[in-house]
Every structure is written in C-alpha cells, then in structure tokens.
C-alpha cells in the first residue's frame, strides 16, 4: 500500500527534509492567520461561521505544532531537530499571542451569545452540553488564562514568559535527550548479565566495555549486573544527567511559571495547572498525593525492608537502601522468594513476536486491522501501519482510522524515555474551514532490538494505549475534541488500564513464545504477578515522591533545587538518595507535565476502576471492551473525563479497587 492524500508524505532525501519541515510550519501559520483575519471580517460573524473558522485555525496550529515538535524529538539529523525546534517555538508563540487578542476574544465571545442566551439551547436533545457549546466554552476558557481581559503591558509581559518557556523547556529537554553518559568497565564486571547482553557489549580497543546511560544499556544492568561498584557508577552517571547545566535552566523556567501565574491572579503555578484538571486546585493535588502516600506508605517500608534485609545478607553494615541497589536487590529477591527468574522470563519476548503480539491482542479487544505500510520516514528503523475498524456488518468494508509509526529503538540525539506523539489532527468535518482528515501519530521509545525484559512489554503496552486512543478518537468534528483530548489527569488511564493484558497468561501465550516455539507457562505468569504484587507500595511511594518533586518545586520558592529534592524523598520515598546525583535535571516529565505528574496515579485510580468492568478470565470479551472503546476511547474530549466514564461504569469512579489493590480500606475518591 502507498501513501494516500489522507497521510503525511516524507521526504525521500537527506537534505529535502530542511524544507519540509519548514513548509510544514510556514504554511500552517499562513492558513491560521488568514483564517483569523476572515473571522474578524464584520461579515463572518453569524455564530456557525465563526465557528467553523476558530476550528480551522485550531487545526492549522496543531499541523504546525504537532509534527514539527516530535521531529524535534526524534530526527537523526541535529541541523533538522535545530529547525524544528525554531518552527514549534514560532507556532507557539502565535497560538499564545491569538489568545490575548481582546477582538478576537470579542468575536468569540459574540458567537458564544449567539448561541442563545437560555441554557437549554447549548444542550443537545438528550440534556448534554452541545459540542459546539462547549467548544466555545472552553476556548473562551483558555483566553481568559491567557490574561486576554487584563492591560496591555501586563499582557506583553504574559507573552514574553510565555515564549521564554518555551524555549526554557526546549533547553531541558535537549539536554536530557543530548546528554547520554557512559562507564567503561572490564569485561570481568559483567558478571549476572544476559548473554545476549555480553554478547552486545563487546570489549572497545582499550580492552573495557562501555556502558551507556540509555535505557537498553541501563536497566539490564541496573537489575542482573553482580558488581555492585559498576551498578552504583552508572546509577550515578544515569541520575547526573543534565547536570549542572539543567539546574540553572529549570530555576528560570520555575521562576517564569509562578511569575506568570500570579499575573493572572492565581497564588501560584500549580493552581493555574489544576484550574482545567480534575483535580481543579493546587491544594486537591497536595492533598491527593498526601492521601496516595498515607495509603502505600507501612506497606511500602515493608518492601523496603525487605530489600534491606536481603542486601545485610551481603553487606551487614547496610542501613538503608537506594537507586543503585534497588532494582538489583528486587530482581534478586522475586528469583529467590517467587522463583521468577527475568533471564527465564525474558527468553519468551523476542520484540518482533511482542510487536506482532501487541498488534493482534489491541486487534482482537478493539475490534481493529493494522495495514503494514511501506513508506519513507525519518528512520529506516520505523514501521508503518494503517489501522482500520473492522466492519460490523457481516460484508461491510473495514473503515480506514488513522495511520501509526512506531519508532522503538535507541539512537544519538533521539528522544530518550517511551512516549505517544500525535502528529495529524483527525477531524470528522469536511465542510467550511476545514476538510476531512484522518489522525496520525507516532511512537517513540528505546527497546532492545532482541530479546526484551517483561517491564518493557507492559511499557510497550502501555504506550500503545495512548496510540489507540489517539487513532479511535480522530473522527471528532471539532480539532479541540479529537484524539487523547480530554483532561490532563485522565489520559493516562486508558494506557495504564491497558497494561493489564501484559499480565495475563492467556493474553502472553498468544506471542510469548522461547526460541524452540513454547510459549511461557503459566505457571510462570502466576509467579510473575506474584512477584509483581512484591513491591508495589514501595513503586507507589516512588511515584508520590516524583508526583511531590513535580508540585513542590512549583509551590515552593527555593534557591537550592536538590536540597528541597532530598527533602521530599526523605517524605514521601522510602528510598534513600545518592547524595553525589541530581534526580530533577534528568526528570523531563517537570518540563511537560510541570507541577501535575500526580496525573499518573489519579489516572491509575480511575484504570483500576475501568478494569473492575473486565472479567479477568475472559479479557477479550468484545461485549465490554467494544462498549469501552466505544463510550470512553472514540469520544475524545466531546465530554469530560467523569462523564465518559460514569457512562461506561454505570456509576461514577471511585477510589475502591484501587484501594483494593493496593490492599487498604477505602474511603470515596472525593474526602
């Protein structure tokens, strides 16, 4: 199958790609600025053109956004990811000047009044907001938080911190993505480690092995290798990364936050984040990992001792325990307490029968055709599919969805964690402003090209369930509905829900297979959820901790970042700090998730909930998991998060199951 008229098209040249990107940003730009100056026009005012012209301008943003700003993230070529990030700036600070025009505030404003000024006429016939009202709603939202109502030198000011922002993020995140630190070690120190991983890591012309800080390398060694010197070098090198040079840009971008913020009127930046979440306050985010701590944390200090108690057995004088012992120790003590064996379990996931796996399971569940592609991208690394949403009728034709890249593997200068991008805005409406197109997105992660470890699985899983809800909810009229859309604090439910295929046996012997073609026994599935249920409490006060660092460095005026750093992990961890590694100039989440990374666990509370709906015996039971993807997945942001899901529940969530699996009474999610 070749590229269609609905895809991207990439360049099939090195040096072409330095014009595509810039046609990329340059004409979306162009098309938003026409289309704003036709809905200023005294003619273009009637409520429906306006609002067909605003949807065309948010469509525009987002094809000169989305595309450019992954490719800042993943380009082999640094000149391309140097332009791209040039492009996402420029975007931007268009996008954010627009919302503090005071006309085109008015001319929205005047199409919301158009509307109708009775209640009932921005519902629909069943009660619910009207898509075109709550479009409206939210967009004048956003301009008020813009400081559109405010003086004009206030707003410059806005804009300025605005853009400063930007590109202070963009600097943190290069950094990370940059900044890839290595030890060099004999290869007598590799004792524990698979033999693939031996194999891999051949000795360079000075006769010792380098060791990178990029997660294939990293997390392997971290968990088998036996020399505890090698693990804490590279635990330090892998927790030093971005520093010194991040601290002095994240002070700034912290100082531009709260700056801004108080412009506006709030008491700070993290109350400004939460207005439009969930959790709508600074003080529900506080409370809420207050809550989440309270809860995990005796059972998270007996993982903890338990750990420690293993790691006496090799070094008496131990009083505590941190990152360079934690994962090794865990390994050790799930092969001796729960006979899980990782080097056992990982000889079952070969990446491409886990790739091919996580295809035909999503396939299965979602009711869905992934089409292999053969397309030129930025990578000869990436793979390409179309998805299709089988036909209901028996003799129906499937319906193209969207298309999806997976970018899996490592390489210089890439994006270095595991995370969905959205490339195209799926809108539904061919009409007006705006023509029919079909979403987009991508994958970018860093697995091993082999074997893989279990934890990659489910994050492979994990990350794909962002891509699916991205593909199933890309058939919105409106650009501000389409794909993962709804609030901050929900989009990671449906990708940690997901997660939960990775841990059945029947889901894993679809493609779980070893090199003679047996497929993992369940047996030791069992023993591998098992294991699993070993150290949750204390992963949960991890989380709580990152959670704290994420609100805490945002609510806190502070001269000396790492101090209040080890100060929250002394709280809410369980974990003690390497004194000599500074954590947050490597934690890339405070760029885009800035004080509400609490979003992960609020999200795992609602996951857990959705999950209860799924009968555990009988995972691919289409009469729910259709009914899931149809009321939760496909619906994007037409609604709020509650809502879809009290539709799909039948009931609003609650705090229970996620109680339940954490092994604690449970109290409603709103005390």
Known sequence: MSDGPDFLVFPNREHAWTDFVSRRFEDAL???????????????????????????????LREGEWLVAFLAEVHPERSVRTLAEEGYLRVQSYANALKQDASLY???????????????????????????????????????????????????????LVDRETELGQ?????????????????????????????????????????????????????????????????????????????ATLRELLAARNERARLLGYAGWPDYAAEDKMLSTGKGVADFIDRVAALARASGERDRDELLERLRRDRPDATGIDSADRGYYSELLRREVYDVDAQLVRQYFDFEAVRAGLLDVTGRLFGLRYEPVVSTTWHEDVVTYDVYRLAVKTGGADELAGRIHLDLFPRDGKFK??????????????????????????????????????????TLFHEFGHLIHDVLAGNQ???????????????????????????????????????????????????????????????????????????????????????????LRAR????????????????????????????????????????????????????????????????????????????????????????????????????
């Not at 051949?202 to 392997?220: F, K, N, R, S």
């Not at 490597?586 to 709906?613: N, Q």
């Open 30 to 60: 162009a098309r938003a600025r026409d289309l704003v100056d036709r809905m200023r026009d005294g003619s273009s005012r009637d409520s429906a053109t306006v609002i067909d012209l605003w949807n065309g301008v948010e469509v525009a």
């Open 477 to 567: 009229d409106f650009a501000r509905f389409s794909g993962v859309a709804t609030e901050w604090d929900f989009v990671e439910a449906p990708s940690q829900m997901l997660e939960e295929w990775a841990w059945s046996s029947d889901v894993l012997r679809l493609f779980a297979l070893n090199e003679d073609g047996q497929p993992i026994p369940v047996e030791l599935v069992r023993r591998l959820n098992a294991a699993k249920d070993f150290g949750k409490s204390a992963d949960v006060c991890t989380q709580m901790f990152y959670a704290a660092v994420s609100y805490y460095l945002h609510a806190r005026d502070t001269d000396d970042i790492t101090t209040t750093v080890r100060e």
């Open 171 to 247: 600097d943190f995140s290069r950094v990370i993505r940059e900044d890839v630190r290595s030890i060099h070690v004999a290869p007598s120190r590799l004792g524990g480690l698979p033999t693939d991983y031996v194999a891999d890591h051949a000795p360079g012309p000075d006769g010792l092995v380098a060791i990178t800080t990029d997660y294939p390398d990293y997390v392997p060694f971290s968990q088998f290798c036996d020399d505890a010197d090698a693990r804490r070098e590279l635990t330090s090198a892998f927790l030093n990364r971005g520093w010194p040079e991040n601290e």
């Open 572 to 671: 809410y961890d369980v974990f003690d700090d390497i004194a000599t590694t500074h954590f947050h100039t490597s934690f890339g989440h405070l760029e885009g998730y800035s004080s509400v990374y609490y979003t992960y666990m609020w999200s795992l509370v609602i996951a857990k909930d959705l999950f209860s709906s799924f009968d555990p015996l009988n995972l691919f039971d289409t009469a729910v998991s259709y009914r899931y993807r149809d009321d939760v997945l496909a619906r994007g942001g037409v609604r709020d998060a509650a809502d879809l899901v009290a539709d799909f529940l039948g009931r609003p969530y609650d705090f229970s199951a996620f109680a339940d699996w954490l092994k604690v009474d449970s109290t409603p999610i709103s005390s």
């Open 106 to 160: 008015g001319v929205l404003l005047a199409a919301q009044q158009g509307l109708g000024e009775g209640m009932a006429s921005s519902l629909d016939v069943e009660g619910v907001e009207a898509p075109d009202a709550r479009l409206l709603r939210l967009t004048l939202r956003d301009f008020r938080r813009a400081g559109v109502e405010l003086d004009e030198v206030t707003r410059e000011r806005l804009s300025w």
């Open 417 to 458: 964690h595991a995370a969905q991008f959205p490339l195209v805005v799926g809108v539904n409406a061919s009409q007006g402003a705006v023509a029919r197109v079909l979403p987009e997105g991508a994958l970018a992660c860093n697995f091993s090209r082999g074997l893989m470890e279990h934890s990659d699985v489910v």
